[in-house]
């Protein structure tokens, strides 16, 4: 069946420094790729989005790349900061239809 | 706007019992969905209504069981609690195909 694979698991940056999520789809037919954030204890949240007919979108320190060919998108954090630690979880969804599966997490740490 | 809201947040079963987790949404929504999330699982779809009057099964539907109330209102019933139940539930809206909207999530524990 259609999954989403999402790397790395865990990942730890200093402070400053930038990091990069990585997020492969499987389901041709997908046109819509979110990104969450979810902070401990909290719900998931969007913090930004990407559809299949542009391939970066950028919001601030935040941008999000699509590479349809190759199915996969990533998630680029630039100039981290403490408060940018959550977990991200990728999605990938086609618009009409309830699909929207998502990645299994990514434990992002910013060490001060 | 209250976005989405779940009650109970938290809540503690024994095996065999049952219970029914409550969902509202207040966006006009036509689209509601239930997740399950566990540890290094992600989030997993249980049960998603499109549209009010339809409720369809998602990745993990076994031991649950949906009622699209009206257009605000989507429960989620588990019959008989079993440990492997165990996990954080969310409830969410959408236009479909668009963003999700979560509710604040509950806690359940099975004994």
Redesign the interface.
């Known amino acids: 069946g259609e999954n989403v694979e999402q790397h790395p698991s865990t990942l730890s940056v200093q402070e400053g420094d930038s990091a990069v999520i990585k997020c492969t789809y499987s389901d041709s037919a997908s046109n819509y790729f979110p990104w969450y954030k979810q902070e401990l204890g909290k719900r998931p949240q969007l913090i930004i989005d990407i559809r299949s007919n542009v391939g970066e979108k950028k919001d601030q320190r935040i941008a999000v790349t699509l590479n349809k060919t190759a199915k996969h998108f990533s998630l680029h954090i630039t100039e981290t900061q403490p408060e940018d630690s959550a977990v991200y979880f990728c999605a990938a969804g086609t618009s009409g239809t309830y699909k929207y599966i998502f990645g299994t997490g990514t434990r992002l740490k910013v060490l001060a | 706007n209250a976005g989405v809201t779940q009650t109970p947040k938290f809540q503690v079963l024994k095996t065999g019992q049952s219970m029914t987790l409550q969902c509202a949404q207040d966006m006009n929504h036509n689209?509601m969905?239930w997740y399950r999330q566990d540890p290094?699982?992600?989030?997993?779809?249980i049960y998603?209504s499109?549209s009010e009057g339809t409720t369809?099964k998602g990745e993990v539907p076994n031991g649950y069981n949906v009622s699209r109330l009206n257009k605000r209102e989507f429960s989620l019933r588990l019959e008989s609690a079993a440990p492997s139940q165990t996990s954080v539930y969310?409830c969410a809206s959408s236009v479909?195909?668009?963003?999700?909207f979560?509710?604040?999530?509950t806690r359940l524990t099975v004994l």
């Open positions: 689209s969905y290094g699982m992600g989030l997993r779809l998603y499109a369809d969310f479909m195909g668009n963003e999700q979560f509710g604040p999530g």
